[in-house]
């Protein structure tokens, strides 16, 4: 409808244009107002949807079973527990059956912080771009293995390599074990110029574990074997070896080992600088029960360039024949 002037001012002395107007903007201020409130309810929904999914972020952790591998969630939760506290997240650990998984689901982000050995290590920031490996034992850096023999072989402990197991029943730990396989292998092809394949004449087997080569020795069901030095001396302790059977035959030279190592994707889950806050986490644990888990006693900072010697033993050593 459209007024002309003399229609109009009749309304304004009436105030019902006026009153109009005054209804016309009211209106307009109260939508103005519901919009500014639906905009500011959405920013923030969407900030506490930001907030809410960060909160709800959890940091997996897994570590390779070089151990008793039923007994992972009891041995390793104080570590989560630990880190949960020191840096105010949820942190769950999830086990792995085996060397090759632990690798496998840090590849596929399952887990996104892990406890590796020296080679497993490697291979999962091979297959990550980004990965970072934060820390290891103090004692990690000058590791070692041991190579053991049942007493009945009539073996005992030499300053060179034992160069009489070639004609032995021998077992390593896992295929991808750095102290129970890669490094002992690598020793014994530098002693001897061949590989493991040429260089027994028996063939060799693969425990699974360190606790599980030691037992077998131990047990005379193979000769002798490859095992991480601390694995020996704690069956030792606890009985569970026996010092009159299994002995240590020889020891490796020193080498770099185990090793935390930490995936990318933790900076996009908890923020820029979040592996730095780690690490120092890490760094700083004095809690008993954690390095008790990781059976250290104290942990110091590394990086990838720290294991480069692993790696390059590694590209040497293969068991494919």
Known sequence: MHLTADEIRPLFKNNKLRYSMKSIMVSALLGGAALSLLSSCGQKQETETTTTSKSDAVLRFSAIPDEDTTAQQARFQPVADYLSKKLGIKVEFVASPNYGASVQKFEGGDIQLAWFGGVTGVQARQKVEGAQALVSGEADLKFKSYFIANTSTGLTRSESFPEAIKDLKFTYGSQNSTSGCIMPTHFLMEASGKTPQDFFSKEFGFSGS????????????????????????????????????????????????????????????????????????????????????????????????????????????????
């Open 210 to 321: 360190h606790d599980k080569t030691a037992e077998l020795v131990n047990a005379g069901t193979f000769e002798a074997g490859a095992l991480n030095f601390k694995t020996y001396e704690k069956g030792i302790a606890s009985g569970k070896l026996d010092k009159e059977k299994c002995i240590v035959i020889w020891e490796t030279p020193t080498y770099a080992d185990y090793n935390m190592t930490a995936h990318p994707i933790l900076e996009e889950q908890f923020g820029a600088g979040f592996l730095k806050k780690l690490q120092t986490a890490l760094v700083e644990c004095d809690d008993p029960a954690a390095l008790g888990a990781l059976k250290r006693d104290k942990l110091v900072a590394v990086d990838n360039a720290t294991f480069d010697g692993i790696a390059s033993v590694m590209a040497k050593v293969n068991f494919k024949k």
